[in-house]
């Protein structure tokens, strides 16, 4: 006579596998997998050397240690990190007589998936692998994310300190070395009129306690400029473009307020400053100082160096 | 090298201040039990009142400096430091309770030490950081700067179109908060030299309010299945989107994941109602607390507090249906008369928060390069966009299995299909009603936008989906719950005797 016992909250049952050993067997607790355990065994340990072996590759790439020039097998860390705890795992669950007590429990746990995984219906399996799935694409963006940061800080400090860098064969300026350029040109406090694209509301964040203000004329450009975004072309593939209608509809639809003349809108604002700022032309990109007595007056635009 | 990690300590310090005092508060007004037996449920209660606890928190830091901010127009120097003392004097009160908590349940913590470690990552993760994500800067950070600069609203700042301030009219609670975070770094940056402004860490602000979400997440799994809340609070916590640092997720600085914990918790705390045969005013203050904490921190609070209304509706009517009693009955006028109780309550509490940001916000003018959205509800744009729907489908397809969110949309979209073994529940129906006329709303938004599609699409969805993500993940939950799953059993001889 048999009977169905459920397990207790610990996991710890008195069924003993045929293969476990004599001290599992006094102790009462579950042993390794049965079978061809040997055979898991192997291939769990060779996945695990194997992710090891391309994480390491990786993290040179990463830091810069891999010579240039010789053929790469990964670039990223994340997935071979993976593999490596997945066949680390699977080498611990299928160990014959573990001496330790939380591989004993690391190998109840696997017991009671297995147990539970076999009397699921359909449904309940597809949720399983769904939540595996889910379990997967996450630990990997955790195990990912040391690198990202890393990747990030040093392209920071790379577009930081040239003025300009080659994308797709054309030249684009740097935002950020700019944006350190206004810091130190430009005093806190001081009025500036941005003449630039939609990255002005990060530099207006940046350059604070520095006031920026966008002249009229950039205010109706960027009305009209929704959609005109190097990233979203880029993403889009071009399909961004097919969207332009909305602006001149919009554009048409809310014709312009009149613009203030230049020298009025500058006096009013007390601005000292125009920052000039194009992503596609680096060569443009300037900070300019109005001379109070006549700049302002007469509404002309005078430059001076960049350092004070 | 000092003065940054000061600054960084000086963060977690202040956001510790915040959560006990919520804590502090909590307990003296809905008046924490002490608990006497360590089940999951009772753990479950723990991790919830943790969260409500962060949110209350935020909420008394927050309401204050809103209040004088609408009155004086700017914040000073008296005003920061007296919501500080105030709030140091009552976290000092919640101390000896918290501890005490705790202690209580140290010994059932096995199951949540992968929380635990997680959280400690991302904690990490949210200290070495700054704000990196477009709004995080453009939208609230500048807001943050400016008020804690001690300038008025009613200025240029705020006033002048040509100031280069995005979205000058957005509501102001996470600026607020995030400016008394300013304040006070740049308190310590002066006295150690550092340079002002620095937002390194920041994030950490926004982890209160991930935790918040998880934690919330875990208490009702508890509450739908015992003993799964810290397994599946993780499967949720470690979702990329809840705290990666790209735009847009948790740890940008965008304020979708503090938006999302307050409609998460209204939303839990008033699904509670219509399940009442008597009606509370615990579950009813909190939830209403956490919708007008909704209401100002986004514009989509307007969309959440009428969701919400909408789903007490319908769980009223699903409740007195599934009761099957004749309208003319007592108990049925019974149900009638609370559901249309609450739903007069929650409007009665709401409705003034959007007199009052109409008052704060209603002069500052929009900015010139905005367009109005009631515009496009004209018969000639709409005809011009009568194709949209194809590209918005297609999208929302392609966002829902985007490894950002993991599998959950998946999980959560198959499980719904499958037999349930115990009936639908009014809470269950207020949960899913409200993610349903969300989710049409922000729809919808996308339907008849008046900017490029593409734009939108690209900037705005995935922020928008993780308004409700949250809510779609409980009522993932609650129906995963539900499905008459076979339980393990192993067979072994029985003893003899």
């Given amino acids: 006579m048999r009977e169905n016992i459920l397990l207790d909250p610990s996991g710890v049952d008195g069924c003993v596998s045929r293969s476990a050993g004599r001290g599992n067997e006094r102790r009462g607790r579950l042993a390794a997998l049965p079978g061809k355990s040997w055979l898991f065994t192997f291939v769990c340990g060779l996945l695990a050397l194997l992710g090891m072996g391309l994480s390491a590759q990786a993290s040179c790439v990463i830091l810069g240690v891999y010579p240039s020039g010789k053929p790469l097998l990964v670039k990223h860390v994340g997935w071979p990190l993976m593999v490596t705890v997945f066949g680390l795992a699977g080498v611990l669950a299928a160990w014959q007589r573990p001496a330790w007590n939380w591989v004993r429990r690391w190998q109840t746990v696997i017991h009671r998936a297995l147990d539970f995984w076999k009397i699921q219906p359909w449904w309940g399996r597809v949720l399983i692998i769904v939540g595996i799935g889910h379990g997967l694409i996450s630990v990997g963006y955790l195990l990912n994310c040391p690198e990202d940061l890393f990747r990030q800080y040093q392209e920071i400090e790379e577009f930081a300190s040239t003025p300009s860098r080659l994308f797709a064969g054309q030249p684009v300026a740097n935002l950020e070395y700019h944006i350190l350029r206004y810091r130190r040109v430009i005093p806190p406090r001081a009025q500036i009129a941005y003449r630039g694209h939609w990255e002005a509301m990060i530099v207006a964040y940046r350059l604070y306690p520095r006031r920026l203000f966008l002249l009229p004329e950039d205010v109706q450009r960027l009305a009209r400029a929704w959609g005109d975004h190097r990233w979203l072309e880029i993403k889009t593939k071009g399909a961004s473009r097919a969207d332009a209608w909305t602006d001149e509809y919009w554009a048409a639809r809310h014709p312009p307020a009149e613009i203030p003349p230049l020298g009025q809108f500058l006096a009013d604002r007390h601005i000292e400053y125009i920052i000039r700022y194009d992503e596609n032309h680096p060569e443009l990109c300037q900070v300019v100082r109005l001379t109070p007595e006549t700049g302002l007056a007469r509404g002309h635009v005078l430059q001076e160096g960049t350092q004070r | 090298m000092i003065g940054q990690c000061g600054m960084i300590v000086l963060t977690w310090l202040w956001l510790a201040v915040v959560w006990l005092s919520g804590w502090a508060s909590n307990s003296l007004l809905v008046g924490f039990r002490s608990r006497q037996s360590l089940s999951g449920n009772e753990r479950g209660n723990l991790a919830g009142d943790l969260a409500t606890a962060f949110l ?424 995963i719950a539900s499905l008459p799953w076979k339980s393990t059993a192993l067979r072994r001889e029985p003893v003899a005797g």
């Avoid at chain 2, 809340?229 to 940008?252: C, D, K, N, Y």
């Avoid at chain 2, 007195?320 to 008369?337: D, Q, Y």
């Avoid at chain 2, 349930?420 to 809470?427: D, F, G």
């Avoid at chain 2, 699409?457 to 995935?462: G, I, M, N, R, V």
């Fill in chain 2, 56 to 479: 209350t928190g935020v909420l008394a830091c927050v309401l204050p400096l809103y209040v004088i901010l609408a009155i004086a127009g700017r914040l000073t120097v008296i005003a920061f430091s007296a919501v500080l003392f105030i709030q140091f004097v009552v976290a000092c009160l919640g101390v000896r309770s918290l501890v005490r908590e705790l202690r209580h349940h140290a010994g059932g913590v096995r199951n949540w030490s992968g929380l635990v470690g997680w959280a400690f990552m991302v904690g990490l993760l949210a200290s070495i950081i700054p704000f990196w994500g477009y709004d995080a800067q453009a939208i609230y950070g500048l807001k943050a700067k400016v008020l804690a600069d001690g300038l008025s609203i009613y200025g240029p700042d705020f006033m002048d179109p040509y100031r280069v301030h995005y979205w000058n009219n957005y509501p102001l609670l996470v600026p607020l908060l995030e400016a008394q975070a300013f304040f006070w770094r740049n308190q310590w940056a002066v006295l150690t030299g550092q340079e002002l402004w620095n937002d390194l860490a920041m994030p950490v602000l926004l982890w209160g309010f991930i935790v918040a979400l998880v934690l919330q997440v875990v208490a009702t799994t508890e509450r739908h299945w015992p003993g799964r809340g810290p397994w599946m609070g993780l499967v949720f916590a470690i979702t990329p989107m809840l705290w990666r640092w790209t735009e847009g997720a948790g740890l940008s600085g965008s304020v979708d994941v503090v938006f999302a914990s307050f409609v998460l918790g209204a939303v839990l705390q008033l699904s509670q109602l219509p399940e009442m045969t008597q009606f509370r005013w615990g579950p009813f203050i909190q939830g209403v607390l956490f919708l007008i904490g909704a209401c100002l921190t986004k514009q989509e609070g307007a969309i959440a507090a009428g969701a919400v209304v909408g789903a007490l509706g319908a769980a009223t009517v699903w409740k007195i249906w599934k009761a099957k009693e004749p309208l003319t009955s007592e108990s049925a006028r019974r149900g009638i008369l609370s559901g249309v109780r609450c739903l007069l309550l929650v409007s009665l509490f709401v409705v003034p928060v959007f007199f009052f940001l109409h008052a704060v916000h209603g002069h500052m003018p929009a900015p010139p390069y905005s367009r109005p959205y009631l515009a496009a509800f004209h018969v000639d744009w709409l005809c011009r966009v009568a194709d949209r729907p194809l590209t918005v489908g297609a999208f929302a397809g392609n966002e829902f299995v985007n490894n950002r969110w993991g599998l959950l949309w998946l999980l959560g979209t198959f499980s719904l299909f499958l037999p349930r073994l115990r009936p639908i529940a009014a809470a269950t129906v207020f949960c899913r009603v409200y993610f349903l006329l969300v989710l049409a709303a922000y729809l919808g938004i996308f339907l008849v936008t008046p900017y490029p599609l593409q734009f939108h699409l690209h900037t705005a969805f995935a922020r928008l989906m993780f308004h409700i993500f949250p809510v779609f993940v409980i009522i993932t939950i609650e129906q």
